[in-house]
């Protein structure tokens, strides 16, 4: 099948400091023409500006229906790619080809003309994308009901908010019929509901075989939205393929694997300070209690803590939290639950161990965090102390695709097949 989006060897160059200008006036463009002898003295015996690559040497290949996430940290050239993709920039080298019409949604402002109206700009917006007045008046009224402002239709945009404006944007972009959707992390403008309603609108662009490319920091978004993943970093794609092995690989790089027993004293860290955490190991148990370098969902995990006390407290809770890749609490257990409290001197030091039975996680990277506080108080806080992985179990795996999600619960099912009309029932498998 011929790709509809084909990127070869593309890199992007920016100086470091250079200055933006807005457009020229004809009597600005003669007295820079004069100046250009006095310049050319003045840049004599300067070094040479500084330079920076957004992207470097980028290589990939997007086929028809396929939704593309695309993550990385900040600053590793992801909305640079999207803007040559959406031929906003220029390359600095390498090419790009698209076989269809683009739409897309990136900073807030990028598309519209902020004197013309919310209904100046659809029209507007489906023409730059060749469809016909009575193709955008046939999709209009489903894109004011997406956007849900209608009565500001006939108000210049530079008025509306960016939660308005946001709005009005996706429901164009989505519903004028391209072939490709690209859009940014400037959904995280709008309300949550709003954020809902658009991975839904763009899931049914996916299932009409348009192509998307999705760019976010919302790892549970990408994973439930995409079916192939892209991650970028200083320039470079790291690693393409599978949604869950990508992510996978980007956890690993933002809360690297941890010793059997890691020494806490250098983490970033909230609180009082009058006692701290200063160790975490973290043991995986199999079958028989024997040590695993991984775990297996329905395995124990043991979680041992160090805490040293640097002024005395009295009653406080040690806590437990354990966050999946896109950072949400899944597991939050502590000593306060059991109606156990943490009493400490100064000099003294305390072992806690947090025993967990069946740990029905599905495969993945995990992030243990440690909490210490009462009366009030935050006495230690260590979002991310530790990371550890859950991988499938080979012995009973019988389905090679990983879904989302995080909690794997036990089960039993039953599956009957009934022969109508006079046949009876026969049970063909039960577990």
Known sequence: MKPIIRVENLSKQYRIGARQGGYDTLRDVISGTLRVPLNLVRRQGRAAPKTIWALRDVTFDIQPGDVVGIIGSNGAGKSTLLKILSRITEPTAGKIELYGRVASLLEVGTGFHPELTGRENIFLNGAILGMRKVEIERKFDEIVAFAEIEKFMDTPVKRYSSGMYVRLAFAVAAHLEPEILIVDEVLAVGDAAFQKKCLGKMNDVAKHGRTVLFVSHNMGAVGTLCNRCLLIEEGKVEHDGKVADVISAYQSRLYPA???????????????????????????????????????????????????????????????IIYDYSGYRIIDTNTAIKGSFLSLQRGEEAKVQFQLHEVLLKPGTYVVGLWLGGNGEIIDGITYAASFSVEADPETIRHSETFPGTYQCKYSYELQIDKLPQNGSRIVNSD
């Open 258 to 320: 941890v010793a059997p027993t890691s020494e806490l004293g250098k983490v970033d860290r909230y609180g009082s300070g009058k006692a701290k955490f200063t160790s975490v190991g973290i043991t995986h148990l199999g079958p028989e209690r024997s040590e695993k370098p991984f775990l297996y969902p329905g395995e124990d995990l043991l979680v041992d803590i160090t805490i040293a006390g640097e002024s005395d407290i009295t009653d406080a809770n040690v806590a437990l």
